[in-house]
């Protein structure tokens, strides 16, 4: 899709589990949920969400969030392709989640977003919302798959899209998730 319709911009929030932080980041929410005070987090994260994945930097971003950005930019070659990112940890065990915004520089439509996921190993399109269709931590839980829903044109510009993202943190890194979905979307836009 990049070379199709050009990338200008990207936005990812990532909502990820409490096993990506490891041991003590899964005993925090075990024994938060029973009112322990956490040891691994600076907050509890039973029945809450912190905005704070590795360190804060002086520009504000986390460590995580800077990651995120450097590593698009190196999978797609384009060292000024404006990216940001949000990570939160989230009260779940296993299953790390993300919601992309790409905006492109031409049109394209909600069709052409969902026959190159379709059309690529690995990713699971789930995507019927009228029944409630959609990917959950729970649905990638022990699977290798990307699970990929709510897509959708983003009317706020001229041509952008949504998607929801869902993957076993313990088999796919989030960053590696988010930057393989738009490097299969600019893939099979270059098949097209």
Same mark, same amino acid.
């Given at each position: 899709?990049?070379?199709?319709?050009? =990338?200008?911009?990207?936005?990812y929030s990532t909502y990820q589990a409490v096993s990506?932080? $490891?041991?003590?980041?899964?005993?925090?929410?075990?024994?938060?949920?029973? $009112? *322990?005070?956490?040891?691994?987090?600076?907050?509890?994260?039973?029945?809450?969400?912190?905005?704070?994945?590795?360190?804060?930097?002086?520009?504000?971003?986390?460590?995580?969030?800077?990651?995120?950005?450097?590593?698009? !930019?190196?999978? @797609?070659?384009?060292?000024? @392709? !404006?990216?940001?990112?949000?990570? *939160?940890?989230?009260?779940?065990?296993?299953?790390?989640?993300?919601? /992309?915004?790409?905006?492109?520089?031409?049109?394209?439509?909600?069709?052409?977003?969902?026959?190159?996921?379709?059309?690529?190993?690995?990713?699971?399109?789930?995507?019927?919302?009228?029944?409630?269709?959609?990917?959950?931590?729970?649905?990638?839980?022990? !699977?290798?798959?990307?699970? *990929?829903? !709510? /897509?959708?044109?983003?009317?706020?510009?001229?041509? $952008?899209?949504?998607?929801?993202?869902?993957?076993?943190?313990?088999?796919?890194?989030?960053?590696?998730?988010?930057?393989?979905?738009?490097? @299969?979307? =600019?893939?099979?836009?270059?098949?097209?």
């Amino acid at each position: 899709l990049k070379d199709r319709f050009g =990338i200008k911009r990207i936005v990812y929030s990532t909502y990820q589990a409490v096993s990506g932080a $490891g041991v003590a980041g899964f005993n925090d929410l075990k024994d938060g949920i029973n $009112g *322990v005070p956490p040891k691994k987090f600076p907050h509890p994260i039973a029945f809450n969400m912190l905005p704070h994945i590795d360190v804060f930097m002086d520009d504000g971003y986390t460590k995580e969030e800077w990651k995120m950005i450097v590593e698009t !930019r190196k999978i @797609l070659h384009d060292s000024s @392709l !404006r990216i940001t990112a949000t990570t *939160v940890r989230v009260p779940v065990f296993y299953g790390h989640s993300e919601s /992309i915004n790409v905006e492109f520089v031409q049109k394209c439509t909600r069709d052409d977003v969902v026959n190159a996921l379709e059309n690529f190993d690995g990713i699971v399109v789930m995507d019927d919302t009228k029944n409630n269709v959609y990917p959950t931590p729970l649905d990638a839980e022990n !699977r290798d798959e990307v699970f *990929v829903g !709510r /897509i959708r044109l983003d009317d706020s510009v001229e041509s $952008g899209a949504n998607l929801w993202v869902v993957a076993d943190n313990i088999r796919k890194g989030a960053a590696t998730n988010a930057v393989q979905i738009v490097e @299969l979307l =600019i893939k099979n836009a270059m098949e097209a």
